[in-house]
């Protein structure tokens, strides 16, 4: 999330869990794959007792800018089903994005079944759902060339400061439509749109590469440009000079950018009800227990306006609601989808999530840290020596589920007696994010979006490990 | 025949005619079986299928695409593309020649995973999970296998028709241990082309990882700071990718002036004992095939001989933007994407020293094992270490909680100083770039020693 470089590679794990859900659907495919009721029934037939359908629909128009100049139009249209059957008690799982496909798809199903994990959940019926605006019908008739002019304007005003800067940008629109059915009678059905911005620039002197970049994202036709371009151009102030940063444990405070970028992985996985049941997640047994700083509250919030990270109900039907998992600085609640909620004896919390690859995961939808007081200017005033960060790179690699962060500060800045003096590099910070949370400083009293699905205000911690060469 | 619905004429025909400089189409079929164990629970178990398409367009220089799961009409999908493309392009089309090839590459199967019962492959797991949960102080395990088999055809308007085949065999076995709210993992990430055989061998590396999480709870942070570091081939190959393969990758440098200045042939990266190479001809491995998702053979690069810049991989854009030669590195994670320069089997190929002598001199160093991952911003990169341990007085000393390793292109492969007379491939995990993740792709090296590495403590 919120990487500001185009440029930016990884090595990871993730085996197959591509999650391909952006998008929308108005491709009828003789509504072979895309009825839920004759896969039900099919299902039924075949052997299972209880089965359920998930299908999404979905088109996207991507824009995509390099080197300062489109370079290319995208359109992608996909279609896909995922099955699960019960049968005596298992859960059997298939899915396909193959037209034709119900019997094949059926049979996969029931044939994993045998082997499949044990049933702890009911399906949901039909039931009121949460009033929650996802789709702008503005979204769907949004000319190309206008996207290409918002792609085109990013790139020009971020130019205009600095004219050697070499940009990358992408402008996309999507919409897609998400139906839930299973043998319970449930029938849950819902459209969403999502229109967003990214830019990415890149400046090379000699050896020495900065990279900056920021976006926004909305399920309505408008964005926030103004502020897009805003945040890079203070990113290209405060990197005008590069210092040097030194070993030690300083004070650091983290942007929004880069408290989605490092902490919101390592914090947000430890209230995961499925890391909870299985003694995964270090909050273990300390569900009411003040944990974290007096003043920090953190929401799931899937039912905000026209935010991409919002829904009606989850990816089994559930409604959704706004969780509160910490108040005050006390853990209030984890997230359950339907089958860890029965492993656990919890309730579903409307947290799941799924693409055609797996089944049900648990996920946090838009989160939100609530304001406090201090304005970002006054926290860098306050630091006699520190840092701030933009962005870490790296720092969803290693512990994250005892709450380890550590990364390579890709956009940092040194503060030096209450100012910023420079951009820092070669440096890394590492802390964890249970143990940094107990001692902030302060909370920053101004709040924004990151990457749609994060709104947070700016953390002042009161020292993390900052190693440098 | 991938795609039941697909005919050759008809795809031919589609393509033939059009108002573009270059049109090609691609279909994928994939059958993936998948299980999933958390803790004494077997999370999932499960199949899917995926089939799609893409049609790529190039016209004046400018690209349209266009992806769908619904196959018919494939000729409005094409004028789709190069309608697209033409409202991009507005110079001319660089794009490197290359032969047109008619070809069916069968597979080249070792140990089938299609042969192997779901029942079979399931207690296989159940034993490695119980082995891992059997060990005294773990609380938690996490496994997930994956055996993928894809179907790729590739049609383009200059006479190219090719049918290739892969099963990837993928794995990751993981240990928790857990004690008064610290908590500690290990973990390893295994993989193979067309061959189940690993999977049959686990249980030591099962055993291993759980006795080695619980080790952790007791282990040490590393204290930050720059020391002197030697990597094993499988952390080394993760450092290869991240810290030099990337910025090998010609897409980085094609269109950017300064990128170009810096990445010039010639140029020294290395002491005169590196040499690092890329190639999907190099047989069996994750990386490997026989033609690229543009249809080019594949071949073996070397990247760094002697020390010097004498390479980078290519598409046939970035190749024909800069006058080199195609290397075959264009590849697609799947059909909902077009391909993009990638890396195939990337390595350091193996010096003269034992390990002995590699750590010998270090009076205090860190010995790092494996990987928990790693990431490039091409100038600076980060890769974690699965397992770490002191060096002190020229030996192997105590287990350090996982660290983290950052370094900078211009300065850390001049700096790697020493290189092991041993070789390995790490085939686990996969690469990401630009939103298609994860593709497979090896990497490998003999032990390496590296002067001055910042060591992070987490």
Known sequence: MGALTSAYATWWWVSVDCRNRVGTGTHEQGGVLTDPEPILQAAQRLGAQRAEAFIVQSEETPVRFEANRLKEINARQTSGVALRVIVNGRIGFASSTKPGDVSELVEAALETAPFGPEAHLDFPRDGPAAD?????????????????????????????????????????????????????????????????????????????????????????????????????????????????????????????????????????????????????????????????????????????PYRPGSRPFDDEGVGSRRNPLIEKGIVRSFLYDLQTAGLAKAESTGSAERSMAAQPSISTTSLVIDEGEMSFKEMVGRVKEGLVVEELMGAGQGNVMGGDFSGNVLLGYKIEGGEITGRVKDTMVAGNVHEALKRLVAIGSESRWVGGSVRTPPLFFESLTVSAK | MVGDTADRSEIEAAIRGQRADYVEVRLDETATNRIVYRGRELEEIGRTRSFGGNVRALLRGGWGFVSFNEPSELRKRVEEAVEAAGHVGKETSQFAEVAPVGDTVPLELKNDPRTVPLAVKKKMLDRYNETILSVDGVTSTNITYSDAHKRVLFASSEGSYIEQERIDVVSRLSATARKNGDMQQASMSLGALNDFSYVETLGETARHLGERAVELLAAPYVEAGTYPVVLDPILAGVFCHEAFGHLSESDFVYENERMKEIMVLGRQFGQPHLNIVDGAAVPGLRGSFRYDDEGVPAQKTDLIRDGILVGRLHSRETAGKMGERVTGNARALDYRFPPIVRMTNTYIERGEMSFNDLIADIDEGVYARNWFGGTTSMEMFTFSAGEAYMIRNGKVAELLRPVKLTGNLFTTLMNIDALGNDMDFNQGGGCGKAGQMPLPVSNGSPHIRIRDVVVGER
Not at chain 1, 133 to 159: C, F, K, N
Not at chain 1, 173 to 182: C, F, K, L, M, P
Not at chain 1, 211 to 229: I, M, P
Not at chain 1, 234 to 251: D, V
């Open chain 1, 132 to 304: 929650v605006d996802v789709y702008d019908p503005d979204v769907e008739v949004l000319p190309v060339d206008e996207m290409i002019e918002v792609g085109q304007s990013l790139i020009d005003a971020v130019r205009a400061v600095e004219p050697e800067l070499l940009c990358d940008a992408y402008v996309r629109r999507g919409d897609s439509t998400v139906t839930i059915a299973n043998t319970n009678g449930g029938m849950f059905t819902y459209r969403g749109t999502g229109y967003s911005a990214w830019l990415n620039g890149t400046l090379i002197r000699g050896t020495d590469m900065l990279f900056v970049g920021d976006g926004d994202a909305s399920c309505r036709a408008q964005l926030d440009l103004k502020a897009v371009e805003a945040s890079v151009v203070s990113q290209l102030e405060n990197s005008r000079r590069t210092t040097e940063a030194r070993t030690a444990e300083l004070p650091v405070v983290f942007t929004p950018l880069g408290i989605a970028s490092a902490l919101i992985g390592p914090l947000t996985i430890a209230f995961s009800g499925r890391m909870v049941h299985q003694g995964q997640s270090p909050l273990v047994g300390c569900l009411g227990k003040a944990m974290y700083d007096a003043r920090l509250s953190l929401w799931d919030d899937a039912t905000l």
